[in-house]
């Protein structure tokens, strides 16, 4: 049976500095233990012949399948504000596959070996993170939000050394380009002028059509990535996620999250929420994201300078004009979220203080984001812990008649708001939960019986109950960890 690769190497032809070419480091007894089949059958695969040994080889970097020319890319990145050389230290594109409507997508080997980025890293990735990736992406793209995908986990029988000895795995990551706002930084620290705008055009060529109308291209291509991170950043408020990494080498140039280490989603609604136990001053806390998307978005701007033009004053200009539209756009989308999670359809001007009065009470009495936003969806005020609280009462009688100015019937409103919050998020306990019980005992139940809940997580559906749950006291504060 054939896996139906259909290999493209566009990459590749970068100039030679972009990357280093190189094979996965073979494992030694490769065993699939989860294939996402649906996003296959998108990519024009052969969902049947991916569970082959043939395939599962593939997935562990033992074979490299006809067509594809495997590299590690080079990068930088501003990492907690500092920068530095980065690059691929552990992860292998095997090339971009080329799907059945002709768009292309990067298929990547995470924890595929050792690369001469490496570093110090041993270019390993353990079970439990990689399958933790596996959730949270699919979880996000269920949520309809733009992320890397995940295709095939892959145990390597071998162990890695951690602070512990751990199952060593392999994840295939799919996204519609590894382009990051560090390998334009990487470009323009370390390559020529001719070099970045050739990474410029490419990236242009590969995700921006209609570039060819722009009177500038380069400004035209800053714009569109600022326009793209404004709204990924304000769908990640809106469901409460915590990149917890924003590093400049994490922050993607086509819009898609990428780099599902620390993150994790909020329970509890606070501002200064933060889960990676290496981010001790809360740089990449919940309430900082915008701020950091328009700083890293700043350091992209800085890398294109050479290009948007030749008078180094006049390009600071146009750089500070694109970057200045970066928070009304991410206001902008953050409020007709916000407006749609309480079911406004219509636009009146006190919607911004409705909205923050509502948020305030949740940060004053800790309440759970996503089943505040739930329990109004289901109008269940009573299931509320809010319930007892005044002003929350107040705040809902203000709402009620905010919402009897719009033409629109409850039904709609109810419609309008069941679409906009989710019934459930991949809450970080029962995550856990299905991590220990795939890691520690080789049971995957729990993860399919979770994935299954979140591939829909607007249903509303009764199975989808039990996940609503927020987390038992003791299972808080929840940490994360970098360099998994
Ligand atoms: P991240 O925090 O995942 O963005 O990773 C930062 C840098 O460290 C990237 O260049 C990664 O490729 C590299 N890296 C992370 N883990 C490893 C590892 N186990 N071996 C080699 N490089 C790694
Ligand atoms: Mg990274």
């Known amino acids: 049976m054939n896996a139906e690769w259909n290999f493209d190497n566009s990459y590749a032809r970068l100039p030679d500095r972009f990357f280093s070419k190189l094979s996965p480091t073979p494992v030694q007894s490769p065993e699939l233990v989860i294939l996402n089949r649906t996003l296959a059958e998108s990519l024009g695969l052969n969902a049947e012949a991916l569970a082959s040994d043939e395939s599962i080889a593939v997935f562990a970097g033992n074979r490299i399948p006809e067509g594809a020319e495997p590299l590690a890319q080079a990068y930088a990145g501003h990492q907690f504000g500092h920068f530095t050389m980065l690059g691929d230290g552990r992860a292998i594109l095997l090339g971009e596959q080329m799907a059945p409507k002709g768009e292309r997508f990067d298929i990547q080997l995470k924890g595929a070996g050792r690369t001469p980025y490496s570093r110090g890293g041993d270019g390993r990735a353990a079970l439990g993170p990689m399958l933790r990736e596996y959730i949270i992406s699919e979880a996000m793209h269920a949520l309809g939000i733009p992320t890397t995908r995940s295709l095939a986990v892959v145990t390597t029988g071998e162990v890695i050394y951690r602070e512990t000895e751990l199952p060593g795995a ?3 990551r799919v996204a519609s380009s590894h382009l990051r706002v560090g390998t334009f930084q990487y470009a323009a620290n370390w390559g020529t002028v001719e070099e970045l705008r050739t990474l410029a055009d ?14 500038n291209r380069y400004l035209f291509f800053l714009q569109e990535v600022i326009r793209r991170q404004a709204e990924l950043i304000a769908k990640w408020q809106l469901v409460g996620f915590v990149h917890g990494v924003m590093n400049t080498d994490n922050m993607t140039i086509s819009g898609e999250t990428i780099d599902y280490g620390p993150c994790a989603f909020m329970d509890t609604y ?4 933060v889960f990676s136990s290496i981010d001790r001053q809360g740089r990449y806390a919940y309430g900082n994201q915008p701020y950091i998307g328009g700083w890293n978005l700043t350091r992209l701007a800085e890398s294109l300078l050479p290009l948007l033009h030749d008078d180094e004053e006049q390009a600071i200009e146009l750089a500070q004009e694109a970057l200045s539209e970066f928070p009304n756009l991410y206001q902008q989308h953050w409020l007709r979220g916000m407006r749609a999670k309480l079911g406004m359809y219509t636009e009146e001007e006190q919607d911004i203080a409705l909205i923050t009065d509502l948020l ?21 005020l009573e299931t509320m812990p809010l319930s007892c ?4 009462r107040e705040w809902h009688e203000r709402w009620q008649a905010r919402l009897q100015k719009q033409p629109q019937s409850t039904d709609e409103v109810h419609e309008l708001m069941r679409n906009s919050n989710p019934a459930i998020i991949p809450r970080n306990h029962r995550v856990e939960e299905a991590l220990e019980a795939a890691v520690e005992r080789g ?6 019986r979770l994935l299954q809940a979140l591939s829909n997580p607007y249903a509303y559906s009764p199975e989808q109950n039990e996940y609503a749950e927020p987390p038992a006291p003791s299972d808080r504060p929840y940490r994360t960890f970098c360099g998994t």
Not at 203 to 211: M, P, Y
Not at 389 to 392: A, I, N, P, S, Y
Not at 443 to 448: F, G, K, P
């Open 170 to 172: 392999i994840l295939t």
């Open 202 to 215: 490419y990236a242009l060529e590969r995700h921006f059509s209609g570039f060819e109308e722009a009177q």
């Open 270 to 273: 606070n501002l200064a929420t």
């Open 360 to 380: 305030n009470i949740m940060q004053t009495h800790e309440a759970d984001y996503t089943n505040t936003f739930r329990a109004l969806t289901l109008d269940r």
């Open 389 to 392: 609280v005044k002003e929350f």
């Open 443 to 448: 049971d995957y139940s729990v993860m399919e």
